[in-house]
């Protein structure tokens, strides 16, 4: 496991030019936002740091654990990320989907947190691309084609239900995709996860919801919990802040093992950790 840095400055591209270029990193040309992703551990990170402390440059980072081929393969548990996006559900005027998607007593209309779907999402076109699975914007809902769908099912993969996407301007459903839903819920995650919480910038006006909670690293899970779980779960913690807010996908390794072998593009895996 490494860790990867996305660090973004400000700079006069010709000045950042001096800069980037003998770190084998691009400069963009036609503006002043210069973007360079290093691994920490290397003398190349700590050279672009010391230079833009020593000029005085404010600048910004974004890290994140890159694992290995070995690591991700090995690993019992698997979070599911979405590595493409292929719309917005509709209607996307003021979210105006959440009413007619979601079970409005279910948790807070306002900032989505515990709020659940029951009832299948509209959509205009999905642009899939050569993807097999994409998420759609805001709930990080996954869309999957046909061919993935039946693959899923020659599996016997557990713990997803396939439900309708309906095309909103037709008001019919389509037949080209789906939505995975995930049924199969995982037990609280272990005190060993490594949480942070932040205090949000304005509080839910309605719920009075006033933190945001990220899982840092791995996410960790005792192993004396997990004896009821399925190949496709979402956590139990409902993850982020602000209007964006979820339970994120767990998966098993068959899943990954499947999705590998059949060349499924749209998504990306990080192992999780299992202890006990």
Known sequence: MRISSK??????PAEAEKILSPLGQKTVKDDTMQVAELFACTDKYDSLINTL??????????????????????AELLYAIQNAYCGYPQPDDDFGYIKVSYDLN?????????LLQNRPL???KPKMGSNDIAALHWEYEFIITSRLKNIIEQEGLTG???WP????RKNIDRDDVYQLYIAGRMPPMSIETYFTIEDLRKPCILCGRSKSIIAKGQKVYDRATLGDIKDFNRTQEWLGGGYSVHQVPIVSKR??????KNKIRGVRFEPVKIIG
């Not at 660090?7 to 006069?12: E, K, S």
């Not at 402390?53 to 090995?74: H, P």
């Open 165 to 168: 996407v309906i095309d909103h």
């Open 7 to 12: 660090i973004t400055f400000h700079m006069n």
């Open 106 to 114: 279910s948790g807070c209309p306002n900032c989505s947190h515990g």
């Open 160 to 162: 997803c239900e396939f």
């Open 122 to 124: 509209r959509t205009l």
């Open 53 to 74: 402390k020593e000029l005085n440059v404010d600048y910004g980072e974004f890290k994140r654990f890159v694992y290995s081929k070995k690591e991700i393969e090995s």
């Open 255 to 260: 899943v990954y093992d499947v999705f590998n």
